[in-house]
């Protein structure tokens, strides 16, 4: 049983335990009212749909993700959304940390 991005069902519980505010830019899920930009979607850290564990999958907000597309983590840190948002390899969840480590 996958939802409809191929992620397991247990997997997708998981994230959402984990992920209640954007693993990029630390926006909240909790009791907001989401516009385009600030809605919860499903993020994959390391682009390839392929990966669908609970390392490879995160929650972050419509913008981050908008931004953030086909790009590799290490070039998207540096690009100047994230330098506007001040989203730096030091702030973002320990989920992305954790793909950023030897790099
Ligand atoms: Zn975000």
Same mark, same amino acid.
């Given at each position: ?43 994959? !850290? !390391?682009?390839?749909?392929? !990966? ?52």
């Amino acid at each position: 049983m996958a939802n409809r991005w191929g992620i397991p069902k247990d997997v997708e519980e998981l994230i959402r335990k984990r992920d209640t505010s954007c693993v990029y830019c630390g926006i909240s899920f909790i009791n907001s009212v989401f516009s385009h930009k600030t809605r919860p979607t499903w993020e994959h !850290i !390391i682009n390839d749909i392929r !990966i669908n564990g609970v390392d490879n999958i995160a929650i972050c907000c419509g913008s981050c993700n908008a931004s953030k597309g086909a790009k590799l983590l290490s070039d998207w840190l540096n690009s100047k959304y994230c330098k506007t948002y001040r989203i730096t390899r030091d702030n973002v969840a320990s989920v992305v940390k954790e793909h950023l480590s030897g790099q």
